[in-house]
């Protein structure tokens, strides 16, 4: 193997294990999110809500989610669906399987009062935050959702950040709506859900601006 061939290979390698470092931070994010019982994630909204009507977990539900948001994104591009974007596939049950495991391991997490509730969301939120950050410095595969998201910016030709808030805002409402109907009540929306949408997206941009170890790591 060339020299220049074996550096890509090492490059490759550095991106996948820092996207597989991102899911595992982010699974923790969804995972104290959920123990701080102040509302999770847009994309963790159905998924939890649902979770606590079926008998399946919160990451086993998610590993169905994502599988329905890479049918609807080849639905949508068709022709245009790039087969490496199928990757998202294993991605979609390492990220399931890790949310399973770091619920678990945050089982016996104490949650008395309501400042401790906040303690928890906000160290999720920065938790999430780090997780989407290394996802998008590995650049190799993104999650379902956010493909998803892609594939509906490039079919109506609208910007990924619009697309982003309206897809987000679905999820909450279909948490909502599910939970109504069940629980006639809220579950899993709550402040939390709110300042996950939008805060993590300003932390995101601090990480960008001030954490320059990736950028040694990987190389564009």
């Given at each position: 193997m060339?020299?220049k061939?074996?550096?890509?290979?090492k490059?490759?390698?550095?991106?996948y294990?820092?996207?597989?470092?991102?899911l595992?931070i982010?699974a923790?994010?969804v995972a104290?999110?959920i123990?701080?019982?102040?509302?999770t994630?847009?994309?963790?909204?159905?998924p939890?809500?649902l979770?606590l009507?079926?008998?399946?977990?919160?990451?086993?539900?998610?590993?169905?989610?994502?599988?329905?948001?890479?049918l609807?994104q080849i639905?949508l591009l068709r022709?245009?669906?790039?087969?490496?974007?199928?990757?998202?596939?294993?991605?979609?049950?390492?990220f399931?399987y890790?949310?399973d495991a770091?619920?678990y391991?945050v089982?016996?997490l104490q949650v008395?009062n309501?400042a401790?509730?906040i303690?928890?969301?906000?160290?999720?939120?920065f938790l999430?935050?780090?997780?989407?950050?290394?996802?998008v410095?590995?650049?190799?595969?993104m999650?379902?959702g956010?493909?998803?998201?892609?594939a509906i910016a490039?079919?109506?030709?609208?910007p990924?950040?619009?697309i982003?808030?309206?897809?987000d805002?679905?999820?909450?409402?279909?948490?909502?709506?599910?939970?109504?109907?069940?629980?006639?009540?809220?579950?899993?929306?709550r402040?939390?859900?709110?300042?996950?949408?939008?805060?993590?997206?300003?932390?995101?941009?601090?990480?960008?601006?001030?954490?320059h170890?990736?950028?040694k790591v990987?190389?564009?």
């Open positions: 060339k020299l061939d074996s550096g890509k290979v490059n490759y390698i550095c991106r294990l820092i996207l597989t470092a991102g595992l982010l923790f994010g104290l999110s123990k701080a019982a102040l509302g994630s847009p994309i963790s909204c159905p939890y809500v979770s009507l079926l008998p399946w977990s919160v990451g086993e539900i998610t590993i169905a989610m994502h599988v329905c948001f890479i609807l639905a022709k245009a669906y790039q087969p490496i974007q199928l990757l998202q596939l294993p991605i979609a049950f390492v399931g890790f949310t770091a619920l391991l089982r016996n008395p309501y401790i509730q303690f928890w969301c906000i160290v999720s939120l999430t935050a780090l997780g989407v950050y290394c996802e410095k590995a650049d190799v595969v999650l379902a956010e493909g998803t998201v892609n490039i079919v109506t030709g609208k990924f950040p619009k982003k808030v309206r897809f805002c679905t999820l909450v409402a279909i948490g909502i709506l599910i939970s109504l109907i069940s629980f006639h009540r809220l579950e899993g929306v402040e939390g859900t709110i300042a996950a949408a939008v805060v993590v997206g300003m932390i995101v941009r601090v990480y960008d601006k001030h954490i170890v990736l950028d990987v190389v564009h």
